[in-house]
C-alpha cells in the first residue's frame, strides 16, 4: 500500500469539512470586504476633517492651534489607515491561504472520488 493512500485514509475528508473550509472562505472574503468599506469611510472622514480645518482657518483660528489640531488628525488618521492596511493584509493572506486549502482538499477529493470509481462493483 502507498504511502499516498496511507495518508488519505487517515485523513478523511467529508462534505461537512469541505462546506465549513468554504464558509471560512467566504467569512474571510466577507470581512476584507467590511475591512475595504471601513477604509474608505476613514479616508472620507480625513476629508471631512481637512474640510473642518479649512473652515476653522477661515473664522480665525490661530496658525499654531490649527497645526496642532491638523497634526492630531493626521497623525490618528494615518494611525487608523496603517491598522486598516494590516488587517486587509492578513485578510487576504488569510483567503489566499484558505483557497489554497480549498484547492488542496477539493483535489484529494477528486483522487478519492475517481479511486472509488475505480473500484469494481
Known amino acids: 500500500m502507498s504511502t499516498l493512500a496511507l495518508e488519505e485514509t487517515q485523513l478523511p475528508l467529508t462534505a461537512d469539512d469541505f462546506n465549513a473550509l468554504e464558509q471560512r472562505v467566504l467569512r ?8 475595504r468599506e471601513a477604509r474608505g469611510a476613514a479616508e472620507q472622514k480625513i476629508q471631512s476633517l481637512e474640510a473642518t480645518v479649512r473652515s476653522l482657518e ?6 499654531e492651534q490649527r497645526a ?12 487608523r489607515i496603517e491598522e486598516l492596511d494590516q488587517q486587509t493584509n492578513h485578510q487576504t493572506q488569510q483567503i489566499g491561504n484558505l483557497e489554497g486549502e480549498r484547492e488542496h482538499v477539493r483535489g484529494r477529493v477528486e483522487r478519492l472520488l475517481k ?6 462493483a
Open 28 to 35: 474571510m472574503v466577507e470581512l476584507l470586504r467590511q475591512e
Open 58 to 63: 477661515e473664522s480665525g483660528l490661530n496658525a
Open 68 to 79: 496642532e489640531n491638523l497634526q492630531e488628525q493626521l497623525t490618528a488618521s494615518q494611525r
Open 115 to 120: 479511486q472509488l470509481e475505480e473500484i469494481p
